[in-house]
């Protein structure tokens, strides 16, 4: 029933219509003017991060939120961290984390990393954000990147350049709700407003959720 609820309250969230661009159609318009506007065209037909086929055009106002048929163990990849440590996903596991895939040529993708930074903080340690730049530059691009624009998250990036592929990606942004035993809640293709006050109560349910399976099978609460 919990769940249940969960992928309801999914259904209720808005995006404003004023942070949605088009891609694949074209040059891609983007109202943001601290966004430099090199960013502001998309590639003609092939993603330069995962060499694949261009993202499906965003429609309407409200990327929705799509929770698999079964939750099922996300992909295993490599990243670097920012201090250019390598990692992998396992390394959060045990808290549910949400797994954004951004570009700094991908315009709508720096849009919305300051609200995936704040919904961090608003966290607080209970759940994670990490911000998995398909950059084919690394950290000698994303690092400088986020520096000029202050955008306060973590850098991460994807270090085997095929998280695209291995996650099955149809466009950038695409975020991937991950669930403390390492399987896909559900992702949401193009983006959001994440720090607003419906995406935060799905997360923190999700959240309540794990903690409540955790308690299940330890017998105990948790703090």
Partial sequence: MRRLKLILAAAAIVLPAAALSIYGMGALQVHAPAIPSAMAEAPNSTDPAGGGAAPVPLMGAQPAFLPPDQRQPVPEITMLAGDGTQIGLDHFRGKVFVLNFWATWCAPCVEELPSLARLHDRLGGRGEVVALSVDRGGLDQVVPFLSE????????????????????????????????????????????????????????????????????SSGSPQP
Avoid: K, N
């Avoid at 994807?158 to 035993?181: E, H, N, Q, V």
């Avoid at 995406?199 to 959240?207: D, K, Q, R, Y």
């Fill in 149 to 216: 624009y202050g955008i306060t998250i973590a850098p991460y990036v994807d270090a085997s350049m095929s998280a695209m592929r291995l996650f099955r990606l149809s466009g950038l942004p695409t975020t991937i709700i991950i669930d403390a035993r390492g399987r896909e809640i559900g992702r949401v293709t193009g983006p959001a407003v994440w720090d607003d006050e419906a995406h935060v109560a799905l997360i923190e349910g999700f959240i309540a959720e794990s903690q409540s399976e955790t308690e299940s």
